[in-house]
């Protein structure tokens, strides 16, 4: 791994983390996710993120999801698709990696829910302006795509007054983090300047809070919530980069809520 590299406040430079988190998800796919898929799919509500927090403590989805447009920004897997799908929303899910899409085809037919898939990215959509009523990332372009470009295109196609929702790992977390190992309790790195953590076979980009407010601002949108979620005790599982315990002290992921100011 490397260490974390720095992305200017225009989110120009290096654009090499497409191809690098394209393979990376094609091998993650390819190894594991079917069984992690299928239990995201078959979840009776929404779970978000590492530490499974249930929708109905968070409360960050429409209220009537019925006929609504929405697009899912990075759906890998597209369990959060299917979610929407059962509340009566119309997804339409885009994601970089063809195995992950694959996954996500296998479980629509297990399942019988069909909402288009898309290989492609969300720094560059195809789709037309102002044609959705939600933009939705849980840990998908959230995370893996330059936010400088990822933003700027989900303004462009929800239509005024449009929602945004994304879940990433928190600013804390990614200044505790080390290339290897668990998050510790002292900051490695410093937080002027950086944004994007490039770890050699993957490449994440985790904009300051202050950044990522003003990027938001600038293309439109009006900041409804910002929720940092906490690790529960007992944890429903431990991960390789930060303990429970670590989580439930410090937040080690969070959730932004949006819309576009019309």
């Given at each position: 791994?490397?260490?974390?590299?720095?992305?200017?406040?225009d989110?120009?430079?290096?654009?090499?983390?497409?191809?690098?988190?394209?393979?990376?998800?094609?091998?993650?796919a390819?190894?594991?996710?079917?069984?992690?898929?299928?239990?995201?799919?078959?979840?009776?509500?929404?779970?978000?993120g590492?530490?499974?927090?249930?929708?109905?403590s968070?409360?960050?989805?429409?209220?009537?999801?019925a006929?609504?447009?929405?697009?899912?920004?990075?759906?890998?897997?597209?369990?959060?698709?299917?979610?929407?799908a059962?509340?009566?929303?119309r997804?339409?899910?885009?994601?970089?990696?063809?195995?992950?899409?694959?996954?996500?085809?296998?479980?629509?037919?297990e399942?019988?829910?069909?909402?288009?898939?898309?290989?492609?990215?969300?720094?560059?959509?195809?789709?037309?302006?102002?044609?959705?009523d939600?933009?939705?990332?849980?840990?998908?372009?959230?995370?893996?795509?330059?936010?400088?470009?990822?933003?700027?295109?989900?303004?462009?196609?929800?239509?005024?007054?449009?929602?945004?929702?994304?879940?990433?790992?928190?600013?804390?977390?990614?200044?505790?983090?080390?290339?290897?190992?668990?998050?510790?309790?002292?900051?490695?790195?410093?937080?002027?300047?950086?944004?994007?953590?490039?770890?050699?076979?993957?490449?994440?980009?985790?904009?300051?809070?202050?950044?990522?407010?003003?990027?938001?601002?600038?293309?439109?949108?009006?900041?409804?919530?910002?929720?940092?979620?906490?690790?529960?005790?007992?944890?429903?599982?431990?991960?390789?980069?930060?303990?429970?315990?670590?989580?439930?002290?410090?937040?080690?992921?969070?959730?932004?809520?949006?819309?576009?100011?019309?």
């Open positions: 791994m490397t260490a974390l590299e720095s992305t200017r406040e989110g120009t430079g290096s654009d090499h983390h497409t191809e690098v988190n394209r393979r990376y998800w094609d091998e993650q390819a190894a594991s996710h079917g069984p992690l898929a299928h239990a995201q799919w078959a979840a009776a509500e929404p779970r978000w590492l530490w499974a927090t249930p929708e109905s968070v409360g960050v989805l429409p209220g009537d999801l006929g609504m447009r929405a697009i899912e920004l990075g759906c890998g897997t597209a369990y959060v698709s299917a979610w929407l059962r509340a009566g929303a997804p339409f899910g885009i994601d970089l990696s063809r195995r992950q899409l694959d996954t996500a085809r296998a479980m629509q037919a399942f019988g829910i069909d909402f288009p898939l898309v290989l492609g990215t969300a720094e560059r959509l195809p789709c037309r302006d102002g044609v959705f939600l933009a939705i990332s849980e840990f998908g372009a959230s995370l893996w795509c330059d936010p400088h470009r990822w933003i700027p295109e989900a303004a462009r196609v929800l239509a005024p007054g449009g929602g945004l929702v994304f879940m990433r790992y928190s600013p804390l977390f990614a200044l505790c983090v080390p290339p290897e190992g668990q998050a510790s309790s002292a900051l490695l790195r410093g937080q002027f300047g950086t944004g994007r953590l490039d770890w050699g076979r993957r490449v994440e980009f985790v904009l300051p809070h202050g950044r990522m407010l003003r990027l938001l601002r600038t293309h439109g949108f009006v900041v409804d919530d910002l929720i940092e979620i906490q690790a529960p005790r007992p944890a429903h599982r431990e991960y390789g980069e930060v303990s429970a315990a670590w989580a439930h002290q410090w937040p080690s992921e969070e959730i932004w809520t949006a819309r576009l100011a019309g």
